[in-house]
């Protein structure tokens, strides 16, 4: 059971199109990440959310905390094929744990 | 500053053979992480050190999975009698212990194939 569901698991739409990467769980989580990771690489940090209700934008990326902390967005405006890769949301269960839950990732591919 | 660095990047191994996988973090991360990786999956947690503390080992797979770590700098992970099963990228991930540190940097990983 994955305690982190990511959804879709696959896109590919064409640059230029908007998109959202949803991530669910039935478990409140004290702040959630989003990575992004390119093959042959590591994943690297995006943003971390950890109020309830709030919203992060990082350029063409906004990101979003569900009000009861259990799930989580990523919107991409206008996307660019450099915006390629697979994306994992992570999410901490106890504040200062540090040990975090991940989904199985969206694999997104955008089209020239 | 240097980042999070593992090795080997690729090891092949014949099934039944040990293998150990090294990971250097950043330099002041006193918490260290291991996930695996299968392909095209996300990330699973296999272990985690916390400065002194008793390591984390709630997510290792089976007792073929073991790792150490020398004071707050390198760790091996170690896979005794490897199986086919096990192939799959190994990633390590250091971060700082203290409140609202909560970026995990992660290493290029070591991608392991069991023939």
């Known amino acids: 059971t994955q305690l982190l569901e990511q959804s879709p698991q696959f896109l590919s739409i064409q640059e230029g199109e908007n998109l959202t990467v949803y991530c669910n769980s039935s478990s409140v989580f004290s702040s959630l990440q989003w990575y992004r990771q390119e093959p042959g690489e590591g994943p690297v940090l995006l943003v971390t959310?950890?109020?309830?209700?709030e919203v992060k934008k990082l350029k063409r990326l906004t990101f979003q905390f569900g009000d009861a902390r259990k799930d989580s967005s990523l919107h991409i405006t206008a996307a660019q094929p450099g915006d390629t890769g697979l994306y994992l949301c992570a999410g901490e269960k106890e504040q200062g744990a540090q040990k975090l839950v991940f989904g199985q990732g969206t694999r997104l591919t955008i089209n020239p | 500053g240097a980042g999070v660095s593992q090795s080997p990047s690729n090891k092949v191994t014949e099934k039944g053979k040990d293998v150990e996988l090294r990971c250097d973090p950043i330099?002041?991360?006193?918490?260290l992480y291991w996930y695996r990786q299968r392909l095209g999956q996300g990330l699973e947690f296999l272990i985690y050190?916390?400065?002194?503390?008793?390591?984390?080992k709630s997510g290792l797979p089976s007792d073929r999975f073991s790792a150490e770590r020398t004071g707050e700098s390198v760790s091996t992970l170690t896979i005794q009698r490897t199986q086919q099963e096990d192939s799959a990228v190994y990633l390590c991930?250091?971060?700082?212990?203290?409140?609202?540190?909560?970026?995990?940097?992660f290493g290029p990983g070591t991608r392991l194939t069991v023939t």
């Open positions: 330099s002041g991360h006193t918490a």
């Open positions: 991930a250091s971060s700082l212990d203290a409140p609202g540190s909560y970026e995990q940097y």
């Open positions: 050190f916390q400065g002194n503390s008793a390591p984390d």
């Open positions: 959310v950890v109020t309830g209700g």
